[in-house]
């Protein structure tokens, strides 16, 4: 059987506006999963933070005068020390 143009008519899927890149918004089982939270820690205290801009703003109202700390961790128990 041969459909001739004028017998053809668009699925209902295949009509209306294209569809977002963000598939998402119709099909959020299509989301690429979330990346790894990273935590950025505060070296003066223990508050931790979601973004590096939110780290650099608690350091300079919270800690303004403190020099920085580098501390050491012992890979095999975990114990902290300020000079290797």
């Given at each position: 059987m041969v459909i001739e143009l004028e017998e053809w008519a668009p699925m209902p899927w295949q009509?209306?506006?294209p569809l977002p890149?963000?598939?998402?918004?119709?099909w959020p089982w299509l989301k690429a999963p979330a990346p790894p939270e990273v935590i950025y820690s505060?070296?003066?205290?223990?508050?931790?933070f979601?973004?590096?801009?939110?780290l650099q703003a608690h350091i300079a109202t919270a800690h303004p005068a403190e020099p920085p700390q580098i501390i050491y961790m012992c890979p095999y128990c975990g114990a902290k020390f300020s000079t290797m």
């Open positions: 009509m209306g506006p890149k963000s598939m998402g918004i119709y505060c070296p003066y205290c223990e508050a931790e979601a973004t590096e801009a939110e």
